[in-house]
């Protein structure tokens, strides 16, 4: 019996093998960005146990940050050829082994050293996470579910604030180090025994008594044996993986699509990590008050997040994206004002924040997942994570430059507004580049033009 695949998962009504696909990815999004957020609550307490300056020790930041930008660019081609439950699986125990391990270093090196392969593991996990959901999503859902499962990383943001600013005051730093990484490996060893292999992967690679069985979970109905499955992706395996993202037409929105993510992490890496050290040394603002802020503005990132693949496709990527990238510039901008004279405007700004430059790279991540075919879908994701993941490395690094260089912290806040105003250009010309992705279109139609 032949199975079209694409239909099975496309036509039928969500399975509970498909939410429970849904739920382990959204869990390590979550874990994911709880233990990435953790560095940037401790550091200040870190540096100070180091006897290190905050631009001495902003190489911390970049380390963990460089890994993940490392993992997402090679996890991606790894698990479009051994498959994106193994490197899921691989990538998640590694970050929760060394985030666990982070506070046993005992010197700025070995720190440095932990911070990059726990790096490795985080960014390598995401684009296999983020491929796995798209795989079981329906072709006309697919957008908006990525970007509800990517809701989970600000909220792993927000979980991470709120526990941080619970635990410096009254425990030991490291405890936020554990507080991420234990929960992580236990999800680690759920996905080992509850987490299927994407079908769409297993099809393209042939008939298999592992894509029978997971047929089967999706549509009982199906016989025992005798299955062979039909699925469009099939295609031959570049033997350059990354190359194959820059042909056929994609080199022009797989570099507007890395280069808008790139500027948008920046941000966001500006918000949630390094806006402890700055509104610390620049307002004198205690680390559990920006913690709480930091909280504030995930907590409302995950809502921007979760709607922004349902705004692109209904609103197109000019309104639904360049414009919350362009008034994220003001807020940031606003930020750098407001914190000096009021905590509750401060908290607005980022309450607002969270429905800006988080919902802009909520709705790159959705693109991505929907640009690419299956053969290559988890390498081009990656490729997009990982010029994220750049952006967020390059970050820190110009923020440590100018603190060396004697900038006002609050100065330095402004001048990053720089970032999500070309994450915006970016995407403008991603709107005319890539009309048949960008524009507003029918969930008939989405489903017609994306790629399996």
């Not at 979550?30 to 550091?43: E, P, R, T």
């Not at 554990?178 to 080992?192: D, M």
Request: charged share 10%; net charge positive; hydrophobic share 55%.
């Amino acid at each position: 019996m032949h199975v079209d695949v694409d239909r099975l998962l496309d036509e039928r009504p969500i399975s509970s093998l498909q939410i429970r696909v849904f739920v382990l990815c959204a869990l390590v999004a979550v874990l994911d960005a709880v233990d990435s957020v953790a560095i940037g609550f401790a550091a200040p307490l870190i540096a100070q146990e180091f006897g290190m300056s905050p631009a001495a020790f902003s190489p911390a930041f970049s380390a963990g940050l460089f890994g993940a930008a490392i993992g997402a660019i090679s996890a991606g081609p790894i698990s479009d050829r051994f498959g994106r439950k193994p490197t899921l699986v691989f990538t998640t125990i590694l970050f929760g082994v060394f985030t666990c391990l982070t506070p046993l270093a005992d010197s700025f090196s070995v720190l440095f050293f932990y911070r990059f392969i726990a790096g490795l593991g985080l960014g390598g996990a995401t684009p296999c996470f983020i491929t796995m959901a798209a795989e079981y999503a329906p072709a006309k859902k697919r957008a908006m579910l990525v970007s509800l499962l990517w809701a989970g990383y600000p909220l792993g943001n927000s979980v991470g604030g709120f526990v941080a600013s619970y635990l410096i005051p009254n425990f030991h730093w490291s405890m936020v180090f554990y507080a991420g990484g234990v929960p992580t490996l236990i999800i680690a060893l759920l996905l080992i025994f509850f987490m299927p292999e994407s079908l769409r992967f297993l099809a393209a690679r042939g008939t298999s008594p592992q894509a029978a069985r997971v047929a089967r979970q999706l549509d009982p109905g199906l016989p025992e044996g005798g299955l062979e499955f039909v699925a469009r992706a099939k295609a031959p395996q570049a033997k350059v993986p990354l190359l194959d993202l820059f042909m056929s037409g994609r080199a022009g929105g797989s570099l507007l699509l890395g280069f808008a993510l790139f500027f948008g992490f920046a941000t966001t890496t500006v918000i949630v990590l390094q806006t402890p050290t700055l509104l610390r040394l620049g307002a004198d603002i205690p680390l559990a008050v920006s913690a709480s802020l930091v909280a504030s503005y995930s907590l409302v990132a995950t809502l921007g997040m979760a709607i922004a693949g349902m705004l692109v496709q209904k609103y197109g990527v000019v309104r639904a994206l360049v414009i919350p990238f362009v008034g994220g510039a003001i807020l940031v901008v606003g930020l750098s004002f407001f914190v000096t004279s009021s905590i509750p405007a401060a908290r607005g700004v980022m309450f607002m924040l969270g429905l800006t430059v988080s919902l802009g790279s909520s709705g790159i991540i959705a693109l991505a997942a929907t640009y690419y075919p299956t053969v290559m879908r988890s390498a081009g994701t990656g490729w997009v994570m990982a010029m994220g993941r750049f952006g967020q490395v390059c970050s820190p690094l110009i923020i440590g430059l100018m603190l060396a260089l004697a900038w006002h912290p609050l100065r330095v806040l402004a001048v990053m507004a720089v970032a999500p105003l070309l994450a915006g250009l970016c995407l403008l010309f991603a709107a005319n580049l890539m009309p048949g992705r960008v524009k507003p279109t029918s969930g008939a139609a989405v489903a017609a033009k994306e790629p399996a």
